[in-house]
């Protein structure tokens, strides 16, 4: 369903009949964008702890790397 409304908001905007079809969207969805981000970000922070806590030397090693990297860069 929402892959129909999507076709047909494209078809609009492409012909240019209608402007107000993408901004009337922008209003509407900006709450919900707002949610799914912040879910998404949470999702991502939980996985990276679990990553963390599996691999601790892995971490460790990655965290010196990227250390050693910007402090070569920055040096330049």
Do not use: H
């Amino acid at each position: 369903m929402e892959w129909e409304w999507q076709i047909y908001r494209a078809r609009r905007l492409r012909s240019g009949l209608d402007i107000r079809v993408l901004l009337s969207d922008s209003v509407q969805s900006a709450p919900t964008a707002d949610v799914v981000l912040r879910l998404v970000a949470t999702r991502r922070k939980q996985d990276a702890k679990r990553y963390v806590r599996c691999n601790p030397w892995r971490s460790i090693g990655i965290a010196a790397g990227a250390g050693f990297l910007l402090g070569a860069l920055s040096a330049r």
